[in-house]
């Protein structure tokens, strides 16, 4: 389930992508305040940096696996008035890598049709989670920016997660970039748009608390022979007038972590429905924190580049990975 690690991207973007993960840290100091972590109890977590100037050191970039991609055109013009988001060049895995004996295996692949909305279905994208940093398991902290270039007045999304939480927990955020420099965001929360998409016997409900967001399909583990699962989730533009420039996902470091496997927008039409009114922007700001680190010469004052930044977070004897960045010509 957790295979795939996404490295955010050197250059100009590679530090100020490591501020978001730099919210990990204090977001599980808060966690363990307030003993919302099982088993962790009263701790003090530190969080450790290791800077390691290396010259002229080139951080590798993710590269992912090639896909067989319809023209994101040719899809435009036979999924009217949908648009598939191609993902290719952000999945951490394709889906047509995984045997039959194995979970991500048994997902349909291709170009499917649930609920009328067609979906691209050639990877996943998993983000990280503190469940999955616990087992040494470091995911995306951060991915896109995924590029759009178009209006919609709502996005349709196909998703899962991994470990469990309790319900109305944030574990991811879809942030919309528009062409306007405006910028909105969308909390995906356990429990109410996501479940565990591994069916485990001790779970007491199966239904999500948003009514728009449900169980779409359901599959075999050849592997274990239990039931999988994946949810399809409905959002309202919040700006439909505006064109989208781009999408990005970004944990929430929850216990679970989320897991996405197409996005399709529906660009409207005579036969529409209107948007929901009364739409609220969420307030992330409990979850999310901006900090900005820079790497100067002590002797000079000037900016270093390609220096490296490893985040950690250790508690007690436990270390929690959350990554390597590199720094830009500005430190």
């Given at each position: 389930?957790?295979e795939?690690q996404?490295?955010?991207?050197?250059?100009?973007?590679?530090?100020?992508?490591?501020?978001?993960?730099l919210?990990?840290?204090?977001?599980?100091?808060r966690?363990?305040?307030?003993?919302?972590?099982?088993?962790?109890?009263r701790?003090?977590?530190?969080i450790?940096?290791?800077?390691?100037?290396?010259?002229?050191?080139?951080?590798?970039q993710?590269?992912?696996?090639?896909?067989?991609?319809?023209?994101?055109?040719?899809?435009?013009?036979?999924?009217?008035?949908?648009?598939?988001?191609?993902?290719?060049?952000?999945?951490?895995?394709?889906?047509?890598?995984?045997?039959?004996?194995?979970?991500?295996?048994?997902?349909?692949?291709?170009?499917?049709?649930?609920?009328?909305?067609?979906?691209?279905?050639?990877?996943?994208?998993?983000?990280?989670?503190?469940?999955?940093?616990?087992d040494?398991?470091?995911?995306?902290?951060?991915?896109?920016?995924?590029?759009?270039?178009?209006?919609?007045?709502?996005?349709?999304?196909?998703?899962?997660?991994?470990?469990?939480?309790?319900?109305?927990?944030?574990?991811?955020?879809?942030?919309?970039?528009?062409?306007?420099?405006?910028?909105?965001?969308?909390?995906?929360?356990?429990?109410?748009?996501?479940?565990?998409?591994?069916?485990?016997?001790?779970?007491?409900?199966?239904?999500?608390?948003?009514?728009?967001?449900?169980?779409?399909?359901?599959?075999?583990?050849?592997a274990?022979?239990?039931?999988?699962?994946?949810?399809?989730?409905t959002?309202?533009?919040?700006?439909?007038?505006?064109?989208?420039?781009?999408?990005?996902?970004?944990?929430?470091?929850?216990?679970?972590?989320?897991?996405?496997?197409?996005?399709?927008?529906?660009?409207?039409?005579?036969n529409?429905?209107?948007?929901?009114p009364?739409?609220?922007?969420?307030?992330?700001?409990?979850?999310r924190?901006?900090?900005?680190?820079?790497?100067?010469?002590?002797?000079t004052?000037?900016?270093?580049?390609?220096a490296?930044?490893?985040?950690i977070?250790?508690?007690?004897?436990?270390?929690?990975?959350?990554?390597?960045?590199?720094?830009d010509?500005l430190?």
């Open positions: 389930m957790n795939g996404e490295i955010p991207g050197s250059g100009s973007r590679g530090m100020k992508e490591a501020v978001h993960d919210r990990a840290g204090r977001r599980f100091s966690m363990v305040r307030a003993g919302w972590l099982r088993g962790i109890g701790a003090m977590v530190r450790g940096f290791t800077l390691a100037v290396a010259g002229l050191l080139t951080m590798p993710h590269a992912a696996e090639p896909a067989e991609t319809r023209p994101a055109g040719a899809l435009a013009a036979s999924s009217e008035p949908f648009y598939p988001v191609p993902l290719a060049g952000f999945y951490q895995r394709l889906l047509g890598s995984y045997t039959a004996r194995e979970a991500w295996g048994a997902v349909p692949r291709g170009l499917h049709k649930f609920d009328g909305v067609p979906f691209l279905l050639e990877g996943k994208i998993e983000m990280n989670g503190m469940g999955a940093s616990r040494n398991n470091f995911m995306a902290a951060r991915v896109g920016e995924i590029p759009v270039n178009r209006r919609a007045v709502r996005l349709h999304l196909i998703a899962g997660a991994g470990y469990k939480d309790p319900d109305d927990t944030p574990i991811a955020e879809i942030r919309l970039n528009y062409k306007s420099g405006q910028m909105r965001h969308i909390v995906i929360k356990y429990g109410e748009h996501v479940r565990n998409w591994h069916v485990e016997g001790d779970e007491k409900r199966t239904d999500l608390l948003d009514p728009r967001a449900h169980i779409i399909w359901n599959g075999i583990n050849g274990t022979g239990k039931p999988l699962r994946l949810f399809k989730n959002f309202d533009n919040p700006l439909p007038q505006q064109e989208i420039k781009s999408l990005q996902v970004l944990s929430m470091f929850g216990k679970a972590f989320f897991a996405l496997c197409a996005i399709t927008l529906e660009e409207g039409g005579g529409a429905p209107g948007q929901a009364g739409l609220d922007e969420p307030d992330d700001t409990p979850y924190r901006e900090s900005l680190v820079r790497v100067l010469d002590a002797d004052g000037l900016a270093i580049s390609n490296v930044l490893v985040l977070v250790t508690e007690d004897d436990k270390i929690y990975k959350f990554g390597r960045y590199q720094s010509r430190g």
